[in-house]
């Protein structure tokens, strides 16, 4: 059954050659006990290793079953030593971290015998060698001789048709090694076993034939067999199956008979991914932290609109020049001058700011946001795109005492009716006013001002209730509903309490006058039910304006004068809540002591557009309903006799205060003045007149034939300049298509940056008349932050990456460490009949195990971490909102990277261990 026909093995080594076997031809019977016998390195072993396929042969041919082996695949050699051969070896070679049982089912487990017949069968096979009551025994638990029999218990149980043994009793003593020749004899009744020993005598007794080698050559044969030539067959390839299921199972068995090995191996894989997770949940924790700065940073600081604006890149450059002068750089010219000279950079400046100024036009700016196919869109933060609009109303509130006070008025304001004079002021006050949230009304609001909204028709944005406290009420919902607003010692400032009519004039005269004494002011309070009890009046600028009997219309500028009828039909305003800022509020930005929603704003422009002044003015466009005039007449007869109308139609004390107006104008032009002599004549009872004196005195110079120079005069400053918009203006009409200023909210610099961006295209395809100016306030803080930012996000991205990479290197280093470890062993599953695909995946398989170990060890140890570092980072930046973090999604990740790399790291020296000769894997100590 079995043939060596001339067989020949060379070992090359450098430049050696050495002929281990020279020549030998011999055949076996099916069963027989064959000791071979021979000096020490006469082939012995060799031969042994051909015959049971673990080495190749260099020349000759191996005939099994008369079948040539000359074709033979590894697949085939590896089905055969799996099938037909058993090997025991001198020093046993058993798996010294397996169990008894699991050591004898390997054969079986390799060739894919299922869990519990692969038991039953090493189990029975373990009990005929004598070994029954040891199956759960390690190794080194047992004696030489128990070793040896779980051995060639572990060369039977795949029922082989050959049993090699190397010198199987070379290391037992002389009882024992009879115990192993009497097994040995009773397996070879029915098989084929070919034993090596140095011991004659027990090759004498014990064997049915004694075949002696020397210098790898035959000598003697004592029962030589000469096989009748068979036909040689064509071989049939056959494979041994094993499933990765299989091989994980059979790792996953291995790491837990070795769990401290495998667990400082996990460890030692998991510290380059514990460095990850950390250095990751830092960065993590980083950028959140940074995104939530700028989310609050730019709910602070949204990109706003005005209607008018200062241009302040060119007043910015002028700045530059300011700053060089500080340093005494513009002097060079001017040095060795002498004598003196007029400077005219006051001049200069004052024009360049005046020509800086620039409209917007909203109105197109507002279509284009309200697009919902606009490119801005998708970069909007959460609170959107908040519109102010210009209302003009007034608030009166009655103190104490049943005095009317007007609530809203600047402190300390001089009441200047003349608005708009002073344009540079006002835009000022708007720039001032829009860098704050709810500033954004500038209708010289100095108590009262709106209420940012919020999402989804919410009166108070998110950023605002985030902010604040509400010590009593809620906030407001209505549009007649307020809100006060506390500083953060509950205060409100006693100028501003006075004109809410809180405390009465007198109150606060004589705390003013008790602190210029050096004394304390009497403390004053209130309880929240009280204060909120308090009514304020909200009269729109339109109700200011009182229609006359000939239809036009008078401006009441002392409400004291037709007060029952203004307040009733005013809006009562109720407090419904009491606010105080939040301890750390980042937001905490109401400017004011009393803010109202903008359902208030929202109703005033309604109010305003069906009030009926404006219904009236919106009739005719050509006629003042101040005057009942035209805007703007053409010849100066005409605008003489406007201003003749428009002086006769006054009342008494206004037509005696223009009197005298008058005579002042004529006593200015006495000496060139035709008129003078008359003139001077009223001038001179001037002293002595009432006003219906003085009334009547204007009505007869004006039915005589008045000077026209005057009236000119007169029409020019009372009547003349405002135009149709100016009177609609003053009414406090406003279309909700024309915002006063617009306030654009985002989530992140970067988000900020690309809305300028797309304002930038906006402008390039606008005309010149819609283009949009406006300053990025934030982005003059921010560039030098976000550079910063953009600096550490990279380093932190740096740091990962570098600790991946340390980590892709020491997970390969432990897997081929690991691998070289088990050398041996790689040389007895092959023995055993192992392919090398099967090697290689019994340690893919244990990476595969080590690295979902080494990530989840990793995971666990950085979240345990994770609790020590940021109570030190809350300690050392005194930050509690930058908390290192690490999300669910990165912790996935890390496990699957840490896999990955284990494999990947261990795939190398696993397809070397794979590769490994067989028999010098063996022969590894
Ligand atoms: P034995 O088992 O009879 O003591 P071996 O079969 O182990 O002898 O060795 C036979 C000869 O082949 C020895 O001279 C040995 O040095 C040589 N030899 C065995 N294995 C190798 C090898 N892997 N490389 C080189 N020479 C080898
Ligand atoms: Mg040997």
């Not at 002696?212 to 056959?238: A, C, F, W």
């Not at 700065?293 to 609109?305: F, N, R």
């Not at 909007?380 to 009317?404: P, R």
């Amino acid at each position: 059954m079995l043939q060596l026909k001339n067989i020949v093995k060379t070992y090359v080594t450098g430049d050696m050659k050495q002929d281990a076997l020279k020549g030998v031809s011999i055949s076996f019977r099916e069963n027989e006990f064959v000791s071979i016998l021979g000096q020490s390195g006469s082939g012995k072993t060799t031969m042994l290793n051909i015959i049971g396929g673990l080495d190749r042969y260099t020349s000759g041919d191996l005939v099994i079953n008369g079948v040539s082996t000359k074709e033979y695949k590894d697949a085939d050699w590896d089905f055969y030593r799996n099938n037909s051969i058993g090997f025991v070896f001198q020093s046993y070679n058993l798996i010294p971290h397996q169990s008894v049982l699991a050591n004898v089912e390997m054969a079986l487990t390799l060739a894919g015998v299922s869990k519990k017949e692969r038991k039953q069968r090493a189990v029975s096979v373990l009990k005929k060698v004598g070994l029954g009551d040891h199956i759960h025994k390690k190794p080194n638990q047992m004696s030489g001789g128990q070793m040896q029999r779980v051995a060639i218990a572990r060369a039977l149980v795949n029922n082989p048709d050959i049993l090699l043994a190397d010198e199987p009793t070379g290391a037992l003593d002389s009882e024992t090694s009879i115990q192993i020749m009497e097994l040995l004899k009773e397996i070879a009744k029915d098989k084929l076993v070919i034993m090596v020993t140095h011991n004659p005598e027990l090759a004498e007794k014990y064997s049915t034939r004694i075949v002696k080698l020397l210098d790898g050559r035959i000598v003697n044969d004592t029962n030589p067999y000469s096989e009748k030539e068979e036909q040689v067959q064509k071989i049939k390839h056959k494979k041994i199956s094993m499933s990765f299921f299989t091989a994980l199972s059979l790792s996953f068995n291995n790491l837990r008979t070795k769990k401290g090995r495998t667990l400082l191996t996990s460890f030692a894989g998991s510290i380059g991914i514990i460095g990850i997770a950390l250095i990751l949940a830092l960065s993590t924790g980083m950028n959140a932290y940074i995104a939530d700065v700028q989310k609050d940073t730019m709910a602070s600081y949204p990109i706003t609109i005005s209607d008018e604006t200062i241009d302040v890149s060119s007043v910015m450059g002028m700045r530059g020049e300011v700053i060089g002068e500080m340093r005494g750089e513009n002097k060079t010219e001017t040095e060795n001058r002498t004598g003196v000279f007029a400077d005219y950079k006051e001049i200069e400046t004052s024009e360049k700011i005046s020509s800086s100024i620039v409209e917007n036009n909203l109105t197109e700016f507002k279509k284009y946001l309200d697009n919902p196919d606009s490119e801005i869109q998708q970069y909007l933060g959460e609170n959107g795109i908040v519109y102010t609009y210009d209302v003009n109303f007034s608030v009166y509130s009655h103190d104490a005492d049943g005095k009317l006070i007007d609530s809203d008025s600047e402190v300390g304001d001089t009441a200047s009716p003349m608005a708009g004079s002073n344009g540079k002021v006002e835009i000022m006050n708007k720039l001032n006013g829009s860098a704050a949230l709810g500033g954004g009304s500038s209708s010289g609001a100095a108590n009262f001002s709106e209420l940012m909204a919020g999402l989804d028709g919410k009166t108070a944005s998110q950023v605002i209730t985030d902010s604040y406290d509400v010590l009593y009420g809620t906030w407001p919902e209505e549009y007649n509903e307020i809100i006060l607003v506390l500083n953060e010692n509950n205060g409100i400032s006693a100028g501003t309490l006075y004109q809410l009519g809180l405390i009465t004039e007198e109150q606060y005269e004589a705390a003013v006058e008790k602190i210029e004494n050096g004394e304390d002011a009497d403390e004053i309070s209130f309880a929240y039910e009280d204060i909120c009890g308090h009514t304020f009046y909200l009269v729109p600028a339109c109700d200011h304006y009182i229609e006359n009997e000939n239809g036009t219309f008078t401006h009441i500028d002392d409400i004291t004068l037709n007060e029952e009828d203004l307040l009733a039909n005013a809006v009562e305003l109720k407090i419904t809540g009491i606010i105080r800022p939040k301890e750390d509020a980042q937001n905490a930005s109401i400017s004011t002591a009393v803010a109202y929603t903008s359902k208030l704003t929202d109703y005033v422009i309604t109010h305003t557009d069906e009030s009926a002044v404006i219904k009236a003015q919106e009739a005719d466009r050509e006629i003042n309903v101040l005057t009942g005039m035209e805007f703007e007449s053409t010849d100066d007869e005409a605008k003489a006799n406007d201003a003749k109308e428009y002086l006769s139609s006054l009342g008494i004390s206004e037509k005696a205060s223009f009197y005298k107006l008058m005579m002042y104008y004529a006593s200015s032009h006495s000496e060139t003045n035709n008129a003078g002599t008359s003139q001077n004549g009223m001038a001179a009872g001037n002293g002595a007149m009432d006003e219906t004196t003085m009334a009547a005195a204007l009505d007869r110079w004006l039915a005589g034939e008045p000077d026209q120079e005057i009236l000119l005069k007169v029409y020019d400053e009372y009547i003349a300049g405002s135009t149709y918009q100016d009177n609609l203006k003053a009414f406090g009409k406003v279309s909700f298509d024309a915002p006063a200023s617009i306030s654009i909210y985002t989530d992140s610099f970067e988000s900020k940056d690309a809305i300028a961006a797309c304002i930038e295209k906006y402008n390039e395809t606008a005309t010149e008349e819609t283009r949009i100016t406006y300053t990025d306030y934030v982005a003059m803080l921010t560039s030098s932050i976000t550079t910063i930012i953009n600096g550490i996000s990279y380093v932190l991205v740096a740091f990962v990456a570098i600790s991946l990479i340390v980590s892709c290197i020491m997970i390969g280093i432990i897997t081929h460490i690991s691998v070289m470890e088990r050398t041996k062993e790689i040389g007895i599953l092959r023995a055993l009949g192992a392919s090398k695909r099967n090697i290689s995946q019994v340690f893919n398989a244990e990476t595969f195990i080590i690295g979902c170990c080494a990530g989840l060890l990793g995971i666990g140890v950085s979240l345990l971490a994770l609790i020590p570092i940021n109570s030190i980072i809350e300690k050392l930046s005194g930050l509690a909102e930058l908390e290192a973090q690490l999300p669910i999604t990165s912790s996935i990740v890390l496990i699957t990277i840490s896999i990955l790399i284990t494999i990947i790291g261990g795939l190398l020296p696993a397809k070397k261990a794979a590769k490994k000769d067989p028999v010098i894997a063996l022969r590894t100590e």
